[in-house]
Structures are given as C-alpha cells and as structure tokens.
C-alpha cells in the first residue's frame, strides 16, 4: 500500500519482533499508535500502580507521535485497556494530564489480563494531521 509507513517503537518493546507488528502507522493524515504499555526494551514494566504506569504510557505515546510531526492537540481518539475498572479514576486522571484541553474521543474497558501479569493497562491512539 502507497504511502503508509511503519515503525518499530523507540525503544522497541521485546513483542514488536517476536509477534510482527509495528507500535506506529502513519497513512496519509492518519497517524494510529498501537497497543502501548509500560514494558521498556528489557521486559521491565516501569510503574507500579495504575496511574504510575498510565503516565509512562502516555509519554512512551507523545514520543511516538513526535516522530512522524504529530502532537497531542491531534489525538482525535484513544482507547484504554485496564486489568481493574474500579481504578478507572487512576487511569483518566493520567489521560486528563495529557489531554485534558485537547478532550479526544476515549473508551476505557476492562481486560481480563495483558500479556504480561505486571501489565496494569494498554492504550492506543488515533490521530489525524493536515
């Protein structure tokens, strides 16, 4: 497909090879930052509570962004995954930090587990730039 390009995260999370996927599309306007979570390119998950890991996660994203020229104020949706929806408030309250006057579309479920037990939450993003 013409105009799409992938990249590996920076730093790579230890799935990225091992499952084939990429942590960042961009095609066209669209910028789409997949499955993010605290674990850096050693396996360590950095955080220990929820909002901890939340905050890790969401920097791990604006970092990701930055790298095709997109920013925050073009997060036009995003989607959180949490192993414990009674510390939703943890989660948003990171979301809120992040995103706050820029208000993009959010859903936050429930997850059973991530793919790994230390993992507290997953997020991915959906941007669009001119």
Known sequence: ????????GEPPSPFEDAY???RL?????????GGTTSVDEYGVVHGDTLYEQTRVVLEKIVRELSR???GVDEVVQGRIY??????????????????????????MVEVPRLIDPR???EVEVVAYRE
Do not use: K, Y
């Open 1 to 8: 497909m013409s105009g799409v390009e992938r990249f590996g």
């Open 20 to 22: 084939g996927f990429s």
């Open 25 to 33: 599309v961009s095609a066209g306007g669209w910028v789409i930052v």
């Open 68 to 70: 095709v020229g997109a």
């Open 82 to 107: 949490v192993t414990d929806i009674t510390r939703a408030e943890d989660a948003g309250r990171a979301w809120s930090e992040v995103f706050g006057e820029v208000r993009p579309l959010m859903t």
């Open 119 to 121: 993992m507290l939450v």
